[in-house]
T-cell receptor
Framework: DAGVTQSPTHLIKTRGQQVTLRCSPKSGHDTVSWYQQALGQGPQFIFQYYEEEERQRGNFPDRFSGHQFPNYSSELNVNALLLGDSALYLC????????????FGDGTRLSIL | AQSVTQLGSHVSVSEGALVLLRCNYSSSVPPYLFWYVQYPNQGLQLLLKYTSAATLVKGINGFEAEFKKSETSFHLTKPSAHMSDAAEYFCAVSEAGGTSYGKLTFGQGTILTVHP
């Protein structure tokens, strides 16, 4: 049973560019959440998708957007990249009910030059 | 609003010694609480969760945690440390109900070092 898979594993971009990160949830999960983990910090919640809709959003600017597809996979898009966007981006999947644990992928390491 | 404080950004123990990682939380509604472990260059792996059943929760790899409402704490323990336990540990909280939809709020993490 495959867990949460993310692609690519590493990415290097320059300031001002745009990037798309991808996530396939664990089999049977219908909810996808995205987190940003800066070096030496705990993960910060970006947003959560359920039934192809953004259900909740953290304190991130509109440059961060996402999408969920009918098969529950998800994309995270970041426009106008800034140096401060350099981080590990983690995708987590879960069943869409409270208290269900989120299962994380290994993340995409994004470096901005 | 919910928040998590992990006391001690670094904890060092000898192999075979007790491991104690501290976590205090703040939540306006009854919380769900989780401990995750992160090995270098990997994502987060769930160790255990508290979801309002038994206050003493047993997890994987010999870890356990006790929910103490009066102290708003959820400390992680393991009786005997192993070298393979060296990693970074994160405590996280989500709110039971409301509009949080299971959003996780994490602490800053505690790096556990195990000496031979």
């Amino acid at each position: 049973d495959a867990g949460v898979t993310q692609s690519p594993t590493h990415l290097i971009k320059t300031r001002g560019q745009q990037v798309t990160l991808r996530c396939s949830p664990k089999s049977g999960h219908d909810t996808v959440s995205w987190y940003q983990q800066a070096l030496g910090q705990g993960p910060q919640f970006i947003f959560q998708y359920y039934e192809e809709e953004e259900r909740q959003r953290g304190n991130f600017p509109d440059r961060f957007s996402g999408h969920q597809f009918p098969n529950y996979s998800s994309e995270l898009n970041v426009n106008a990249l800034l140096l401060g966007d350099s981080a590990l981006y983690l995708c987590a999947s879960s069943l869409g009910t409270w208290g269900q644990p989120q299962h994380f992928g290994d993340g995409t390491r994004l470096s901005i030059l | 609003a919910q928040s998590v404080t992990q006391l001690g950004s670094h904890v060092s123990v000898s192999e075979g010694a007790l491991v104690l990682l501290r976590c205090n939380y703040s939540s306006s509604v009854p919380p769900y609480l989780f401990w995750y472990v992160q090995y270098p260059n990997q994502g987060l792996q769930l160790l255990l969760k508290y979801t309002s059943a038994a206050t003493l929760v047993k997890g994987i790899n010999g870890f356990e945690a006790e929910f103490k409402k009066s102290e708003t704490s959820f400390h992680l323990t393991k009786p005997s440390a192993h070298m393979s336990d060296a990693a970074e540990y994160f405590c996280a909280v989500s709110e039971a109900g409301g509009t949080s939809y299971g959003k996780l709020t994490f602490g800053q993490g505690t790096i556990l070092t195990v000496h031979p």
